[in-house]
């Protein structure tokens, strides 16, 4: 089973956030496949597809952000799934510019509150994430802290930068299973003109 984990916090007021990108990403990838997720095992909010021939659990953890990795932990453990073979956590970057994402596997956190919570309750760094950035504008910053830019409802035109990029994100899910994780690295973390290339 392969598992496939979108970070953010439950409850209708955070949905449209920065920081519930992950959620959004994975509601995308239910969308395209027709269900909804709304089983719940392991602290999370699940559905099944099949997706490039293989079983894939998409999954939206109840246990706010900061606590992430007790769901992940628990679907990893349920699913008896290999974190580094068997696991991909989309989730936000405030790091990258919004319009973008990037592919890799392992690494710190990054000061991502969920990706720490991940690391710890996994004990590895070793998993497959991708990060979507919900960066501001240069500056905005100044005027909000990145907390409260995080959990504050994004704008239209924000939100209409950002639903591109869920499309991407679903396609990287699919070449990574498809292909493996270094095709859609060099796929997806090509330079381009919002910013530099990642390994």
């Not at 999370?44 to 992430?68: C, D, Q």
């Not at 919570?117 to 497959?128: F, H, K, M, P």
Request: charged content about 25%; cysteine-free.
């Amino acid at each position: 089973m392969f598992l496939v984990v979108g970070l953010g916090n439950p409850g209708i007021e955070y949905q449209f956030t920065p920081h519930n990108a992950g959620f959004l990403a994975v509601d995308r990838i239910a969308d395209d496949y027709g269900v909804q997720i709304t089983n719940r095992r392991s602290k999370a909010a699940t559905a099944t597809i099949r997706m490039a021939g293989r079983e894939v659990v998409l999954a939206k953890p109840e246990t706010y952000m900061n606590l992430s990795g007790l769901s992940v932990e628990a679907l990893v453990n349920e699913f008896e799934a290999d974190p580094e073979r068997d696991l991909v956590i989309l989730y936000d970057e405030l790091a990258l510019p919004l319009g973008t994402l990037r592919v890799r596997t392992g690494g710190s956190d990054g000061g991502h509150n969920g990706a720490k919570s991940i690391n710890g309750a996994l004990r590895t760094q070793e998993w497959v994430r991708i990060r979507i950035g919900v960066g501001p504008e240069p500056g905005e910053l100044s005027h909000r802290r990145g907390k409260d830019y995080l959990l504050t409802p994004m704008r239209k035109a924000d939100l209409a930068e950002l639903d591109p990029v869920l499309d991407k994100a679903a396609k990287a899910v699919e070449m990574i299973l498809s292909q493996g994780i270094k095709a859609a690295m060099n796929e997806f973390n090509r330079r381009d003109q919002n910013g530099p290339a990642e390994g």
